[in-house]
């Protein structure tokens, strides 16, 4: 019982301390985040500190940088964690969990799949028995500079683990700008990047994470085909290049899609297999679902449609959001399951694995519209000019 009121008097006093502020120093010691004096109080606080569940594993070479927000979880007889941030010059705090002090470690230059037995390595002599684990809560957001052939954007803020190939679903490229290849720019050192032959190698995943203040180049190429799948994808490809790698570069972000088969507009249409080699300029579709009615061309948003029994041409192209500006209306070319083609009308009835491409047409309503205004007012001028003369 004595030692039950001793026990009590102890926490109670420590309970009545002020926390003095985390004092971190680039090279040394710093202080103990808690109170000055380990005690019981602290040891029940540190087990206290509790995470929360949205942790992230950042993939494997991911590095640190500054602003992250990260938690260092530490193992061992007394196990504790908490939270922190990377700062400017790329260091973290480490606490000991039985003394006064800690100390900090730059981690903004090493790779996460070696950061465990690094950190591990270094602070050996100081946590004999405990085991450091660092967590990504979230990253920071930064800049990084679009230069090149783009349109109309200089940087954009991004967070550190976005690759490059996902940074471009939000760059205008221009139409003679490549898909493939990009110069990289960061502190002192550049270098080139080919997605494709990331993608040829099965590597398209391991194309670079973005850094802060990092530049993009985006180089010039002209060697492009057109893929409708949600939408028209441009991507690069070149004279004799396989089908089905044309196609996985238009959906390396979504790999779900498994096309039955590939149809081949070039002069004509023509049905082909994976195999198949393309030409600088075709445009592939796919024949996603064979239980599906695909609708493309130059509709709002060319998809794969489920197959409704008796539904004619026209459902369909409205549920594909209708209509662009210059597509022809009410005239359809009809891709069979086995490659026929055929021109066909609002009424006609699609069967299961058919495509409906909707055709452009030579001149749009404001085409016409522009040039017959044009036209009226050159004619206007000419008159009004011949009576000014005629007066005379």
Known sequence: MIWFFIVQFTVGKEERREIPKIEVKKEGKIRYPFSA?????????????ITE???????????????DVVIVRISGDVPYEYETIVDYDGYIPIYFPTGKTGRSIKISDIRYDSLKS?????????????????????????????????SNITSIYVDGLMRLHDVLKYVP???????????????DTSFYIDLKNMYSSGDIYESPLLKPNMRIEVLRDSSFCVVFVKGAEVVNCDEGESVLSVFR???FLDLSYKPKGFVIKRNGFKKVDGDYTVKVGDTILPIVHSDSVYVSGYVNYPQPLPFVPMAPAAYYVSQAGGFKDNAVIGRYTLITREGKRFKIDDSYIPMPGDI??????????KDLIFYATSFVGVLATLVNTYLLISRR
């Open 37 to 49: 004096v380990p005690t019981i109080y602290d040891t029940l606080r540190v087990r206290s500190i």
């Open 53 to 67: 569940k949205t942790l992230i594993v950042p993939p494997k070479d991911y590095t640190f940088s500054a602003g």
């Open 118 to 150: 690094y950190l591990n390595r270094k602070f050996s002599k100081y946590l004999r028995g405990y085991r450091i684990h660092v967590f990504l809560k979230s990253p920071a957001v930064f800049p990084v500079v679009i230069e090149g052939e783009v």
């Open 173 to 187: 490229l221009k139409p003679n700008a490549s898909r493939d290849k990009f110069l990289i720019i960061y502190e």
């Open 249 to 251: 570069k238009a959906t």
């Open 356 to 365: 409906i491409y909707v055709d452009r047409t030579l001149f749009t309503v």
